[in-house]
């Protein structure tokens, strides 16, 4: 039980309101953390140069880039824009030497109700920039969402459902699994089976809080909440996946208040106990 | 499209802030509603016998009793109580004439990380509680709940999961599918297909908004958010569900502050154009 500092990631929306992505690089090295994931706004704040260069000389791993996606679209040309989007995400992880690009798919279209359109623009905007991201050797990781975010966020909800996407798809695409979005799943044991080492490009966590009072940012650190965590872990390196642990906490109302220094310090604690 | 109101039946939740039972079933009565489905603590508050024959009097079906289930618990005690209280609970609907009993199953135990210890819990509480509603010649209806509901309301939360059990436990038991619990599910179509009119006892209807304020309390009207309501109730009634479609909405910033005759009337508009 347990996971060290050194196998540690700490994406950067934990620690965002209080830290730009110089601090955070600065952060993770000061407490020993093995990597970091940035996301793109933070990452273009900085300037893609400046921060692969840093994150070099600070010896971090990147677990991973946030994020890609986003395709549905209510036209032609919304939904070229989200290619083109696309591809400069995958430029910009292989400049940061990314292990992947994690891909939140994207919901709804404004307007639509339709749930099975939006899974077909999602599949061929994977299928398209999937092309892309072989040409730059950069793995491309479908995150399954939590279903609370069908709507808005991702219409690929489950671990089963983007291990299909994948199998139809082939090499260079997999999953960023966070335990966030899968826990409750009846199927989880048996996808990351499925999934096995081959697969699973991420693996993120953070806790399900009871109750949770907001459904975007009300994110709890791990063992505060009801996810059995470490025994999610387990499942995934029993099949092989030997990556960082990733820790994204979206948290209005708690973790972005505090100091980010306490932040990481309790993070590496929690990663000894809860993890 | 389109379903008329005397094929709607009213959850008394939609309207539970400002009428009591008794109201309900005037109101259902006033407003041409084909039926009702109680919540047990009113049902209590008024008494079972004078419902039942209000119910009775005024014409109306009942779609269903709310609620059973709840069955995971830390120790032996907890465990007989909630069979001990289910068991009340198929008694009551008998009383009522209910078509089904709806099962909210219930999630983890409190200070429980072990969602698989308490499905195991739910299984063999629903073994125990149809065994008894065989006897009365009962039908247990399982509502699978979204998967957010998971940790603190009810750890079954697909209908393909709730079809699981089914088969395990065989005839008297199916599923209460609720439009707002399983939209998002990729899997829907193809469960729906496999549950079949031998199993769908309830559907209810309400809408997902976007955003969503709060987990619980914040369901929208038909027609008010994201649901392709009219083309799941299709779905449902083309492998032959031909009960009553039962409305039932968690609202406590929007709904449940107005005049429940105009949330009826409502309720019989929307049902013609979003339902």
């Known amino acids: ?10 994406n950067t929306a934990t620690v965002r309101k209080r830290w730009n992505l110089r601090q955070c690089i600065e952060g993770c090295a000061r407490h020993g953390l093995g990597g ?25 791993r990147v677990s991973g880039l946030c994020r890609g996606g986003m395709f549905p679209a209510t036209d032609e040309a919304g939904l070229r824009a989200a290619l083109d989007d696309n591809r400069r995400a995958v430029d910009e992880a292989v400049a940061i030497g990314a292990d992947c690009l994690v891909m939140v798919v994207g919901g709804l279209p404004p307007g639509s109700k339709d749930i099975g359109l939006a899974r077909q623009q999602v599949r061929d905007g994977l299928a398209a920039t999937l092309d892309y991201a072989r040409t730059a050797q950069m793995p491309i990781a479908i995150e399954p969402l939590h279903p609370m975010y069908a709507a808005d966020r991702a219409c690929v909800n489950t671990l089963g459902q983007a291990l299909d996407i994948c199998d139809e798809l082939g090499e260079g695409i997999g999953v960023a699994l966070d335990v966030y979005h899968v826990w409750w799943d009846p199927e989880l044991s048996r996808q990351i089976q499925r999934a096995g080492k081959a697969r699973i490009y991420a693996f993120h966590v953070c806790d399900w809080l009871v109750p949770t009072k907001d459904l975007l940012l009300d994110r709890g650190m791990m063992g505060d909440g009801v996810i059995d965590i470490a025994s999610i872990r387990q499942e995934v390196e029993a099949v092989g996946f030997n990556g960082l642990v990733e820790v994204e906490i979206f948290s209005s109302g708690d973790w972005w208040r505090r100091d980010p220094d306490d932040v990481l310090r309790i993070i590496i604690e929690r990663a000894q106990t809860a993890v």
Not at 3 to 10: D, I, K, T
Not at 39 to 59: C, F, N, P, S
């Open 36 to 60: 970091i994931s940035p996301w793109r706004d933070m990452l273009a704040e900085m300037g893609v140069d400046d921060a692969a260069k840093m994150i070099a000389d600070k010896g971090l």
């Open 1 to 10: 039980m347990g996971v060290p500092a050194e196998r540690l990631s700490l």
